[in-house]
């Protein structure tokens, strides 16, 4: 019952709008910080964006990738999606990889900012790709 939200088009698809406008934001900030050149206040924002990513983008991942979550349901439901969601799966996992490289760049001791907003660009633009091809192939577009 927990998971038919993430069955349904309208609620799915708000969803991913939501998790993603609230990085958006955060982002807006983040640029502003630079800008200003305020590293301390900008360390603490990334530390608060990874935090978002990591509960809001990767919880919702782990929510779909949980067994009999919407990727296995999918799948059996139609087995010829296995090899799209296969690649729905390796768009997780690209984030993951960019979120952890987040954490080891904000762990050094002179911290690259730049690098961690292109970084943080980056998790947006594959998340908004990624959560427009998971709602056409696997939501039916909102058929
Ligand atoms: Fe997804
Ligand atoms: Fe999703």
């Not at 305020?38 to 919702?60: C, N, P, Q, T, W």
């Not at 782990?62 to 919407?70: A, F, I, R, V």
């Not at 799209?84 to 911290?111: A, C, P, T």
Request: no cysteine; proline share 1%.
């Amino acid at each position: 019952m927990d998971n038919l939200p993430l069955d349904d088009y309208s609620a799915h698809g708000n969803l991913h709008d939501e998790i993603l406008g609230g990085a958006e934001e955060q982002l807006e900030s983040m640029k502003t910080l630079l800008n200003k050149l305020e590293h301390k206040e900008l360390a603490d924002e990334m530390e608060s964006f990874i935090e978002y990513v990591e509960e809001r983008v990767l919880g919702h991942f782990d929510e779909e990738e949980t067994s009999s979550g919407l990727y296995d349901r999918a799948v059996g439901r139609e087995p010829a999606l296995h090899d799209k969601v296969q690649g729905l799966k390796r768009d997780h996992e690209l984030i993951r990889m960019m979120v952890g490289r987040m954490k080891e760049e904000l762990s050094k001791d002179e911290v690259d900012f730049q690098k961690l907003i292109d970084h943080s660009v980056s998790i947006i633009l594959v998340d908004e790709l990624h959560s427009r091809d998971e709602e056409n192939l696997l939501l039916g577009g909102g058929e």
